[in-house]
């Protein structure tokens, strides 16, 4: 307990001169890394106790394992802490090991809780009924268990790889005469950053302009890092041209990278930042957007979209995939992102808890449906599992 309460402390240490950079109230800051360093430091304990089993029976063992595991709960602050301070190159190098290392122990920790049950039931079936059950604290069972979490961890790695395109066709009578189709292309929670590069933003931007779009909107989280770690990728971006224009709103980790640093950047790419504005193309569509609730704003959502002329599609641009109640019936269509859709299942569930709508399509009545995507890319570990 003591050690854990150390790391703790330790941590929220570490990461003090970062959070003043962050444009959130400290109260809040403080509970969140608490909580993550607890809850992380409490997963890592968790496993310890498993996994001790395959450790020579000595202090120095179990020290240097529990050394080893305090450097990897601290790994992910440090990483932000080494990229603020202008070293992109030394918190990549960290970030290879301490995301990874992030989607790995998840996968451990509930493999293990999935142990525990099953040697509680056993033991049950022991001492109750005398069925001469086995018992899955031995070397063994931990050895398979260890080896299916790298399988699953390798398998994950190469899921998020994969780009999946998902389209969505819509019928309306909002558009005029002679516009029989508008292509728009949707890319949300890119995450560009220490692991997401320019192989990773090209393969993206390659599938984008084989879909031959009329119009590219990004529903937020594109950046998730300091100017020293995206340096560069905002050419690309802007070399992508796109007949009706680039369109782009604020994520939460806009603000987390720091807000002017993530506006300069979406400019140099070319988008056109909507904060709690409108479009109107061609009097055929109007685009509305409005900032991620990380960002102090005063923005009357529904106001704004009943400012838009009567008869034109409308499209609300949202990082997240929460419904105002009163702006049902006053726009087409909602895109978000945010989710992941749990990134790593059965995370999903926890996710759904806060966002019910959170990944496809829904109908919102009144003629209103939201359109959540997956996201284009990852966040923290960088795998994603079914």
């Not at 109007?286 to 106001?303: C, K, M, R, S």
Request: proline residues 5%.
């Amino acid at each position: 307990t003591s050690e854990i309460f150390i790391l703790t402390i330790s941590g929220l240490l570490v990461y003090w001169e970062n959070v003043q950079s962050v444009k959130l109230s400290w109260s809040t800051m403080w509970k969140f890394f608490a909580a993550f360093i607890t809850v992380y430091s409490l997963i890592h304990l968790v496993l310890f106790f498993r996994v001790k089993v395959l450790l020579p029976d000595s202090r120095i063992a179990y020290g240097m394992v529990l050394l080893a595991f305090a450097a990897l709960i601290l790994a992910p602050l440090v990483t932000h802490k080494v990229e603020a301070c202008g070293y992109p190159q030394a918190a990549r190098t960290v970030a290879m090991v301490a995301f990874p290392w992030m989607g790995f122990v998840f996968f451990a920790f509930l493999a293990t809780m999935v142990m525990n049950i099953f040697d509680v039931c056993f033991w049950l079936g022991r001492s109750v009924a005398s069925i001469p059950l086995p018992s899955l604290n031995g070397r063994k069972p931990v050895l398979v268990m260890l080896i299916l979490v790298v399988g699953l961890c390798c398998y994950s790695l190469l899921e998020a790889r994969q780009l999946r395109i998902e389209r969505l066709s819509l019928t309306t009578d909002k558009l005029p005469p002679g516009s029989n189709r508008l292509r728009i292309v949707q890319i949300s929670d890119v995450h560009l950053g220490l692991l997401s590069q320019r192989k990773r933003l090209d393969a993206v931007l390659q599938k984008v302009r084989a879909e031959a779009p009329d119009i590219l909107v990004c529903t937020g989280d594109l950046v998730d890092a300091s100017a020293h770690s995206v340096d560069g990728l905002s050419d690309a971006l802007r070399q992508t041209s796109v007949p009706g224009g680039k369109y782009a709103i604020i994520g939460n980790h806009e603000v987390y990278s720091g807000l002017e640093h993530s506006l300069d950047f979406l400019e140099q790419a070319d988008f056109t930042i909507l904060r709690g504005r409108a479009v109107i193309l061609d009097s055929r569509l109007a685009i509305v957007g409005i900032d991620d609730p990380a960002v102090p704003t005063t923005v009357d959502e529904a106001a704004l979209l009943s400012s838009i002329p009567a008869g034109l599609f409308t499209i609300l641009l949202k990082h997240r995939p929460d419904v105002c109640d009163e702006s049902i019936g006053r726009f087409d269509l909602q895109l978000s992102g945010h989710t992941h859709a749990g990134q790593l299942y059965p995370f999903r569930y926890i996710v759904a808890l806060l966002h019910p709508y959170i990944a496809g399509f829904y109908s919102l009545g009144h003629g209103s449906s939201l359109y959540t995507s997956r996201g284009t890319g990852t966040w923290g570990p960088p795998m994603r599992f079914l």
